[in-house]
């Protein structure tokens, strides 16, 4: 495609409740990164694919988060058990190379925006 | 890790001024120091980017310096206009070969009419 996409682009969750997002990276980006953005806040790092492989999970804040790029392509954050504070948008970021090795170092998708009532 | 302190939290200047964003980080070895615009309810877009080679870098009406011993990098915009208002956040990564981003906590700027 085009550009990096999310879905669903906002998603409301009662607490409790599991919820999975989905990013659709550029089409043969080998890198991804999952970023949590909280209200008026900076993105903070969550999670990092090279291909297929989670090389860098050091951002989850919890085990109730969890991701995965089983075709090194489309990837998924799962969240179970939501709770209030996992109220953010969730943004997805692809780039071509691995780390920083080209500009643009990531293109952002649209971001899910999650409310956990 | 790497810590990113970006000052100030807000700014408002007139239309046809000059903004000026500065952020700090703490790790000695990071090498790339990008700037995002984030528009409401959007995603960050890089606007521009600057690699530790270098001191300085321009494009139009936006420059990014950079200071190493220091450890602290700026934006600069001038000739500001209305579409200019946005949050712009700096990142660095951690480290040389750092994959990741760490981002500065953002600057709302207001450019008035």
């Known amino acids: 495609g085009a550009g990096v996409s999310q879905s669903p682009r906002y998603k409301v969750a009662k607490r409790g409740q599991d919820v999975a997002l989905r990013c659709d990276p550029i089409?043969?980006?080998?890198?991804l990164f999952w970023y949590q953005q909280a209200l008026g806040q900076g993105p903070e790092f969550l999670t990092y694919?090279?291909?297929?492989?989670?090389?860098?999970k050091s951002g989850l804040p919890s085990d109730r988060f969890f991701a995965e790029r089983p075709e090194g392509s489309v990837s998924t954050l799962k969240i179970q058990r939501t709770q209030q504070e996992d109220s953010a948008v969730y943004l997805c970021?692809?780039?071509?190379?691995?780390?920083?090795?080209?500009?643009?170092?990531?293109?952002f998708g649209p971001g899910t925006r999650l409310t956990v009532l | 890790g790497e810590n990113v302190e970006q000052h100030p939290s807000t700014l408002s200047v007139q239309e046809g001024d000059s903004a000026v964003i500065k952020c700090t980080y703490s790790?000695?070895?990071?090498?790339?120091f990008p700037w995002y615009k984030q528009e409401l309810g959007k995603r960050p877009q890089l606007i521009i980017d600057?690699?530790?080679?270098?001191g300085e870098k321009k494009d139009q009406r936006i420059a990014v310096t950079l200071n190493k011993t220091a450890k602290h990098f700026s934006l600069h915009i001038t000739e500001t206009q209305p579409e200019d208002s946005a949050v712009y956040f700096c990142?660095?990564?951690?480290?040389?070969?750092?994959?990741?981003?760490?981002f500065g906590g953002g600057t709302r700027v207001l450019v008035k009419p």
């Open positions: 970021a692809s780039s071509l190379e691995r780390g920083l090795a080209i500009r643009p170092f990531a293109i």
């Open positions: 694919f090279q291909n297929e492989a989670q090389l860098d």
């Open positions: 600057i690699r530790s080679n270098v």
């Open positions: 990142a660095a990564p951690p480290g040389a070969a750092g994959n990741k981003l760490t």
């Open positions: 790790d000695s070895a990071s090498n790339y």
């Open positions: 089409s043969g980006h080998v890198s």
